[in-house]
C-alpha cells in the first residue's frame, strides 16, 4: 500500500510540474537566487552563484532531453539541490558525496580528475551544481528518459522516498514561481 501511496506522489508531482505554465523569463535567475536565499542555509553571492548554474544546467537539460521545457528540469535540479544538501556548498555526507548537489566521489572522482577537477573543486557552488546536473542527465539517458529512474539512479538505489522528496521540493519551487509570475503581473497592472 505504501509503494503504491508514493507511486501516485511521485506521478501527481511530474504532472503538476508538467502542466504548471511557468514561463521561463529573463528575471528566472533573481527569482531562484530569492528562492535560495529564503532557505536561509547561504548567503546572497553564493545563492546567486547557485542559481545561475541551476539556469544553464536547466537550459542543457532541456536542450538534451527536449521532451519537456527548461522551467520543468530547473524545477527537478533545484529539488535535487534542496533534497541533497538544502543548497549548502559546504555539505559532505557520510559517504563522501560534496557540495550543493552532494556529487559522490569514490563514484565520480575519476570522471572529476579527468576533467581537471580534483575533490576540492565540488565544494565551489557553481562547478557542483554543473557537475552534478551532468551526472543527472547521464542518469536520465541512462533510464531510458525516466525522470523517476534517472532519480534512482543519481541517489544510487531505487528508493521512492527519494524521488518523492525530490519532486516535492520541485513542485514547491515550481508553485512558488508561479505566485512570483502572478504577483508580478499584477504589480505591471497596478502600475
Known sequence: ??????RCMVVGCIAIMSYIPVPARAGIRKDVRA??????????????RIAAALVASAQRLARSHGERDEMFWLGVLVGIA?????????AVSGKDALGVMQVH??????????????????FDPAINVLCGSAIYSDCV????????????????????????????HAVEFTVAQKR????????????
Open 1 to 6: 500500500m505504501r509503494k503504491r501511496a508514493a
Open 35 to 48: 528562492y535560495i536565499a529564503n532557505k536561509r542555509t547561504v548567503d546572497w553571492e553564493t545563492a546567486s
Open 82 to 90: 534542496q533534497t541533497e544538501s538544502n543548497f549548502s556548498p559546504v
Open 105 to 122: 566521489w569514490p563514484t565520480w572522482g575519476r570522471k572529476m580528475e579527468a576533467y581537471g577537477f580534483g575533490r576540492e573543486a565540488l
Open 141 to 168: 539517458s541512462g533510464a531510458g528518459e525516466d525522470v523517476v529512474g534517472g532519480l534512482y539512479r543519481y541517489y544510487g538505489a531505487p528508493d521512492r522516498g527519494y524521488a518523492v522528496k525530490v519532486l516535492r
Open 180 to 191: 512570483m509570475n502572478a504577483s508580478q503581473d499584477a504589480n505591471r497592472q497596478t502600475e
